[in-house]
Nanobody, 120 residues
Framework: QVQLVESGGGLVQAGESLRLSCAAS????????MAWYRQAPGKQRELVAS???????NYADSVKGRFTISRDNAKNTVYLQMNFLKPEDTAVYYC??????????????WGQGTQVTVSS
């Protein structure tokens, strides 16, 4: 009922930047929170950053000061600006949202993931 399409991943060198985008589409009535998670090989999926509909944000300690999450409610899109990337930021990044659809139910939705690789 809600599709999340991520873009912007790739291979960069340490210290460089990337910007991830995630557009939500489908029978959306409203989107509460949106977030980015990541999962590195052999590790559990972890929250990177989240943003509420009121644009209150939360960040993992490991990315504070380097990453910025934002959203465009008119486009149902969330962004993650990643600066000063480190090799330990290498992971598959997943977009997440908690949305109300036309059946008026709130559900979590996930994107398919986009690979971010940071070389040293």
């Amino acid at each position: 009922q809600v599709q999340l399409v991520e873009s912007g991943g790739g291979l960069v060198q340490a210290g460089e930047s990337l910007r991830l985008s995630c557009a939500a589409s489908g029978s959306i009535v409203s989107i509460n929170s949106m977030a980015w998670y990541r999962q590195a090989p052999g590790k559990q999926r972890e929250l990177v950053a989240s943003i509420t509909s009121a644009t209150s944000t939360n960040y993992a300690d490991s990315v504070k000061g380097r990453f910025t999450i934002s959203r465009d409610n008119a486009k149902n899109t969330v962004y993650l600006q990643m600066n000063f990337l480190k090799p330990e930021d290498t992971a598959v990044y997943y977009c997440y949202c908690f949305a109300r659809t036309s059946d008026l139910l709130l559900r979590p939705y996930w994107g398919q993931g986009t690979q971010v690789t940071v070389s040293s």
